[in-house]
């Protein structure tokens, strides 16, 4: 089983691996963590760390790879995880804009980057401005 720990660990140290093996590691995690996701504070850790799973095979455009994670993420989601959604409806988005290089999407994109600062998340709102300049090519 992994623990809470574990899927920390993991979750934060995306960066350092291969893609292969990051989802290897992630559907082992998702695995193995079948009795702990009833546990509150182990199923956010894990539905955060599947989030991060899924941007990190966007960023690296392995859509295969991130389509497995969007299906987890849809099973996983409930409507208490809210924001978790929103960032996962997001990144979604900025997924198809990647594929498709749609000017329509560009745009929705940095709609929702105002709306966030309008909603005063303002943190969060620079973190999509980064991604969408580093990553939106």
Do not use: H, V
């Given at each position: 089983q992994w623990t809470e720990f574990e899927v920390s660990i993991f979750s934060t140290c995306l960066e350092g691996l291969q893609i292969g093996d990051?989802?290897?590691?992630g559907c082992?995690?998702?695995?193995?963590?079948?009795?702990?996701?009833?546990?509150?504070?182990?199923?956010?850790?894990i539905k955060n760390a599947t989030l991060n799973l899924f941007v990190y095979m966007v960023i690296r455009e392995n859509y295969a790879y991130a389509r497995y994670f969007e299906i987890e993420l849809n099973r996983l989601l409930s409507d208490l995880d809210m924001e978790l959604k929103i960032s996962f409806h997001i990144f979604k988005?900025?997924?198809?804009?990647?594929?498709?290089k749609s000017p329509e999407l560009l745009v929705k994109l940095r709609g929702y980057v105002q709306v966030?600062?309008?909603?005063?998340c303002g943190a969060w709102a620079e973190r999509?401005?980064?991604?969408?300049?580093?990553?939106?090519n």
């Open positions: 990051a989802f290897a590691l082992e995690m998702l695995e193995r963590s079948k009795f702990y996701i009833n546990l509150p504070y182990n199923a956010i850790l988005t900025l997924a198809s804009y990647k594929q498709e966030l600062k309008d909603f005063e999509l401005a980064m991604f969408l300049e580093r990553y939106g």
